[in-house]
C-alpha cells in the first residue's frame, strides 16, 4: 500500500525560478515529514523536514509546507539551481514506526 | 564521523541464488533499516533493526531476512533468488535519540540474470 504518494514522476524547471514538489500521505498517524535528495549512483541525502506541530519550516533556499487537513506536502526550492537536478523523495514516519517514502521526483533545472 | 557503509556495491546473482548484504552504521546508530528502490516504485521499506531484534518489518516475502550484530552491523539476506528483486538495496541508519533522520549508505545494486 502506498502511504506516501508523489504523483508528478519529473519536473523540469528553469534556472532562478521555484521548483515545487507535491506529497501526498494517506496515513493520519504520520507526525513527521521529510524530505530527501538522491543523485544517482549514491545513496538520499536528507534535505529538510517537518514534524505536525508546524506548518512551514525553511532552510536557506528550501521550504517545506504541511497542510495535515489535506495530508499534503511540498517543498519549495527558490531560487532553483542546476545543481538542484536529483530524484526528491518524501518520506513520513509515525512515532516507533518505519518511515515510508514516496516513489521520487526527478527534477531537473536548466540552465 | 564515517557515513554509512554498505558492501558489495554491485553484484550479480543468477535466479535461485542467495545473496547476503551488509551493512556498518554510522558510529553510535543502533538503528538500521532496509529499503528496496526500484524506478518507479521509491523505496520500499525491508525491516528494521534495533539493538539486535527486529522492530518493524515491510510487506515483503519470507525469502527477505536480517538481522543484526552486538556491534550495530547489519546484513541482509535473499535466499532463492527471483528476477524481480533486481534492484538497489539501500541501508539507512538513526540515531534513536537524534529523531527520526535517517542517514544511507550508497547502496548495493543486485541484478538478478
Known amino acids: 500500500d502506498q502511504q506516501v504518494k508523489q504523483n508528478s514522476p519529473s519536473l523540469s524547471v528553469q534556472e532562478g525560478r521555484i521548483s515545487i514538489l507535491n506529497c501526498d500521505y494517506t496515513?493520519?498517524?504520520?507526525?513527521?515529514f521529510l524530505w530527501y535528495k538522491k543523485y544517482p549512483a549514491e545513496g538520499p541525502t536528507f534535505l529538510i523536514s517537518?514534524?505536525?506541530?508546524?506548518d512551514k519550516n525553511e532552510d536557506g533556499r528550501f521550504t517545506v509546507f504541511l497542510n495535515k487537513s489535506a495530508k499534503h506536502l511540498s517543498l519549495h526550492i527558490v531560487p532553483s539551481q542546476p545543481g538542484d537536478s536529483a530524484v526528491y523523495f518524501c518520506a513520513a514516519s509515525a512515532f516507533n514506526n518505519d518511515m515510508r517514502f514516496g516513489a521520487g521526483t526527478r527534477l531537473t533545472v536548466k540552465p | 564521523k564515517a557515513g554509512v557503509t554498505q558492501t558489495p556495491r554491485y553484484l550479480i546473482k543468477t535466479r535461485g541464488q542467495q545473496v547476503t548484504l551488509s551493512c556498518s552504521p554510522i558510529s553510535g546508530h543502533r538503528s538500521v533499516s532496509w529499503y528496496q528502490q526500484t524506478p518507479g516504485q521509491g523505496l520500499q521499506f525491508l525491516f528494521e533493526y534495533f539493538s539486535e531484534t527486529q522492530r518493524n518489518k515491510g510487506n515483503f516475502p519470507g525469502r527477505f531476512s536480517g538481522r543484526q550484530f552486538s556491534n550495530s552491523r547489519s546484513e541482509m539476506n535473499v535466499s532463492t533468488l527471483e528476477l524481480g528483486d533486481s534492484a538497489l538495496y539501500l541501508c539507512?541508519?538513526?540515531?534513536?535519540?537524534?529523531?527520526?533522520?535517517?542517514?544511507f549508505g550508497s547502496g548495493t545494486q543486485l541484478s538478478v540474470l
Open positions: 539507512a541508519s538513526r540515531d534513536v535519540r537524534g529523531g527520526e533522520k535517517l542517514f
Open positions: 496515513n493520519s498517524m504520520f507526525d513527521y
Open positions: 517537518i514534524s505536525s506541530i508546524k
